[in-house]
């Protein structure tokens, strides 16, 4: 959950493929260059002026491209990830839980990759909304605390076993999800006990955001100064003293983890993928 949500927004818009420059994804600013013919990555965003920041940055330093849609806007989702490397659902305001018709599509859309066995990541909301695919439950608190700042990460046995993990970690939510049948608990915390999951050889959900810059923290920050208010949550001042002793942990477990779960253009991992139906 980020700030900035408008459900009742409409902005219909022809989908584009963007494979995106590193100089333009590090200035946030994202430009088609269909000339590539470098493995795409498909990356669904649910803002008109959403980034995929940090986690953008590395996949195009791996030699990805960035085939970034927003459903929300009506662009249309893949068949099949014949066509793509790997796919990542990133955060946003709205709820999983929410009636609208783009959240019932992304959700719907999500046993694609996880029946090809492709490699699929959501974070914050994609994670919830992958959860509610399995069958698994999105919800707030029971005392209605948020996460909004930096919080403890700690990782289970299973997480141990795959990489280390940052000891805190950045949040924004007030909704977290429960384990659903067939998952592996890879991370935990004390307020939203389930902070990273696996699914299958190549799915991942996680609660908080490695993808963030400080330009994002900036933007969020200031549009979201009102959630500060919410309990549990963190002040603006504490946000920035967070990232100054915690980011390098996170864009370390990013690197890692991307290591793990998608490789690089050129030497991909094999998560002995499925045959997408003919």
């Known amino acids: 959950m980020k700030p900035g949500h408008n459900r009742g927004a409409t902005n ?3 989908r584009l493929d963007f494979f995106t420059p590193l100089a333009n994804i590090g200035l946030m600013d994202f430009s088609s260059n269909h000339g590539t013919h470098r493995p795409k990555v498909l990356i669904v965003l649910h803002q ?29 989702l893949p068949d099949t990830m014949r066509g793509h490397a790997g796919s990542v659902i990133f955060g946003g305001p709205m709820s999983a839980n929410d009636p609208d018709g783009f959240i019932h599509k992304e959700i719907d859309w999500i046993k694609v ?21 399995l069958g698994g439950t999105v919800s707030g608190h029971r005392d209605e605390l948020v996460e ?13 076993d795959l990489m280390d993990w940052p000891k805190k970690v950045y949040q924004w939510h007030r909704e977290g999800f429960d384990l659903p049948s067939g998952a592996d608990l890879l991370a935990t915390s004390p307020t939203y006990p389930n902070q990273a999951i696996r ?15 400080h330009q994002m923290m900036v933007k969020w920050t200031t549009k979201g100064a ?15 003293a967070g990232r100054f002793v ?15 779960w998608i490789g690089t253009a050129e030497a991909p991992v094999q998560h002995n993928r499925l045959k997408a139906a003919e």
């Open 12 to 14: 219909p818009r022809k």
């Open 48 to 76: 008109e002026h959403s980034s995929p920041g940090r986690v953008g940055q590395e996949l195009v330093k791996r030699g990805f491209a960035l085939d970034i849609r927003k459903p929300r806007f009506g662009d249309s």
């Open 113 to 133: 990759p996880l029946q090809e066995e492709a490699p699929f990541l959501g974070i914050c909301l994609g994670a919830q909304m992958m959860v509610k695919q």
């Open 148 to 160: 909004i700042g930096y919080y403890p990460l700690k990782p289970t046995e299973a997480g141990k």
């Open 199 to 213: 699914v299958g050889p190549a799915a991942y959900g996680i609660q908080f955001h490695p993808e963030l810059t």
């Open 226 to 240: 009102p959630r500060m208010e919410l309990p549990g949550a963190q002040q603006r001042r504490d946000h920035f």
């Open 246 to 260: 915690y980011d390098t942990a996170v864009r370390a477990w990013l690197d890692r983890f991307l290591d793990l």
